[in-house]
């Protein structure tokens, strides 16, 4: 018999790690659990409207999203606990440094080996959060962690959140082949 539960509904989460630049052109990070991939081109992310990051997306109308890894997931966490609008060396504190993207005028974090970069399409206010629906324009990732061009899982050590236990999980292993295993059944 199943049991109801209270917490967690959607689990895991990712741990996306939003890169924006201020005004000045000091650059911003924030870590995002609440977002997703919208199709094939488009993903959207949600976001109080407070942080400074939320501002820097309205004001640029462009940012990068990085994929945390187990490595650096300390450094991923700080910037989802101290807010630019606060900290002004924010991701100096945490040892993080940025190239500027060539396509999005916002920064990509060194210390992340894969991220995309976004231009808004649409930034919705609606059930009490900033909902950013953004087009990908770019997708880079370094050499060290792509096979055949492509990012693979196995070198990336992407990491999880884990809304239950509060935690970063690491994801490892493959359990099977996608539109393949399950054809078994057929
Ligand atoms: C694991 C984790 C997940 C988070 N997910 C979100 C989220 O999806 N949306 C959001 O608005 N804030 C989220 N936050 C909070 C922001 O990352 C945090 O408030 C951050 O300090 C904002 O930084 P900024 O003001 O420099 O943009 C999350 C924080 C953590 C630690």
Not at 30 to 59: C, E, F, P
Not at 137 to 164: P, Q
Request: hydrophobic fraction near 40%; proline fraction near 3%.
């Amino acid at each position: 018999m199943k049991l109801s539960f209270e917490k967690g509904f959607f689990a895991p989460l990712p741990v996306l790690i939003i890169g924006t630049y201020d005004a000045n052109g000091t650059p911003d990070a924030m870590n995002a659990a609440w977002g997703g991939q919208i199709g094939m081109t488009q993903i959207s992310v949600s976001l109080s409207s407070s942080h400074k990051t939320t501002a820097n997306i309205r004001l640029n109308r462009e940012f990068t999203v990085a994929f945390a890894t187990a490595e650096q997931i300390a450094a991923c966490d700080y910037v989802g606990v101290v807010s630019g609008n606060n900290v002004e060396n924010k991701l100096e504190k945490c040892g993080f440094t940025v190239t500027k993207s060539d396509k999005v005028n916002a920064p990509i974090i060194d210390q992340l080996p894969a991220v995309i970069e976004c231009r808004v399409l649409d930034i919705q206010e609606e059930f009490g959060e900033t909902r950013v629906v953004a087009e990908v324009v770019g997708m880079k990732a370094d050499e060290s962690v792509l096979t055949d061009g492509k990012v693979d899982y196995a070198k990336a050590g992407f990491a999880v959140y884990d809304t239950v236990s509060k935690c970063y999980r690491a994801v490892v292993g493959n359990v099977g082949a996608a539109r393949s295993i399950g054809r078994k059944f057929e």
